[in-house]
């Protein structure tokens, strides 16, 4: 994912209304903002992938890992890192939906003795 595209995820799970607002939330300038946008920056760098990912409530491996993906020329390593990426995304989807079953889960294993 274009390193931008983790900055308007930033700005729409914040309800903000500019990218400035976000470049504040993440601890970049508005110039550094416009230079992901324009692509002239193809990454975020760990500590701002760290950041991105604590604002989104994520594993920040997943981040860290895509952000590797997309900055790497080397088609091996991209690949790669891009299998990471989406390996964390699908772990975290299930953990997720393993945490909204445990209710459910819970009252069915009870038993009740008269």
């Known amino acids: 994912m274009k390193s931008y595209e983790w900055i308007k995820k930033v700005r ?20 550094a903002v416009s ?13 701002q992938c760290m950041r991105v ?9 997943e981040v860290i890992a895509d952000q ?5 020329e080397n088609p091996a390593l991209k690949s790669v890192w891009q299998n990471m990426a989406k390996t964390l ?3 975290a989807a299930l953990a997720v939906t393993g945490l909204a079953l445990l209710p459910a889960m819970e009252s069915a294993s009870r038993i009740y003795i008269m």
């Open 12 to 31: 729409t799970a914040l309800e903000l209304t500019s990218d400035n607002q976000a470049a504040q939330h993440i601890g970049i300038t508005r110039s």
């Open 35 to 47: 230079m992901h946008k324009a692509g002239k920056v193809k990454a975020l760098n760990d500590g």
């Open 53 to 61: 990912a604590e604002l989104l409530g994520i594993n920040p491996a």
């Open 68 to 72: 590797h993906a997309e900055a790497t």
């Open 89 to 91: 995304s699908q772990s």
